[in-house]
């Protein structure tokens, strides 16, 4: 039996029914909206915030750069993790998690420390992006893999877009 292109799969590899597909393909969706608006809503004043708190031009660059260490550091091991457990959700809720300690900890930072620390926390909470992919993929058939792909990225993009944008208009 085959399904009209662009719908949700009745079943899945996860033997979810048709409800709880569509109930788990909108949860990642919105999550990943949020996670990164939450993420890129102080790009466009992040530096300024730092020269703000103190931070020499060299201290900036160093908390700009932070969001990449903290992904470097733990995108492998994480996503080993979850091919070791087999379970996706924990580490995207992780990730989650980390994004909103982090985007409250740069709006809240009293120094530079602190800022880098959060931007750190940021970094190690979208090293958890392979993990919500996969999740999000495990909702459709694996011959729709690709579609699905293409559907989160389209939904990260949004998300980048959205975030960078709002955080030049706050700024």
């Known amino acids: 039996m085959t399904e009209p292109s662009g719908t949700i799969p009745a079943t899945t590899t996860t033997g ?28 466009p004043f992040l530096p300024l915030r730092a020269a703000e708190l103190g931070a020499s ?10 969001f990449a260490v903290g992904q470097v550091v733990l995108r492998l091991p994480i996503g080993i993790g979850a091919d ?5 959700k924990p580490f995207a809720v992780g990730s989650l998690v980390l994004a909103t300690i982090g985007g409250l900890g740069l709006a809240l930072a009293p120094n530079t420390g602190m800022l880098l ?27 729709d893999t690709s579609k699905a792909m293409s559907r989160i990225m389209t939904v ?5 877009v959205l975030g960078t944008f709002s955080g030049g208009v706050v700024a």
């Open 57 to 66: 031009n060299t201290m900036i660059g160093v908390v700009v750069a932070g």
């Open 156 to 160: 990260w993009a949004a998300g980048l």
């Open 16 to 43: 979810l029914t048709e409800s709880e597909t569509r109930r788990g393909v909108i949860t990642v969706t919105v999550a990943t909206i949020f996670l990164y608006l939450s993420l890129y809503l102080y790009v």
């Open 84 to 88: 070791l457990i087999g379970r996706r």
């Open 117 to 143: 620390a959060a931007r750190l926390l940021t970094g190690a909470s979208v090293a958890g992006w392979v993990a919500i992919t996969v999740l999000f993929s495990s909702y459709y058939r694996p011959e």
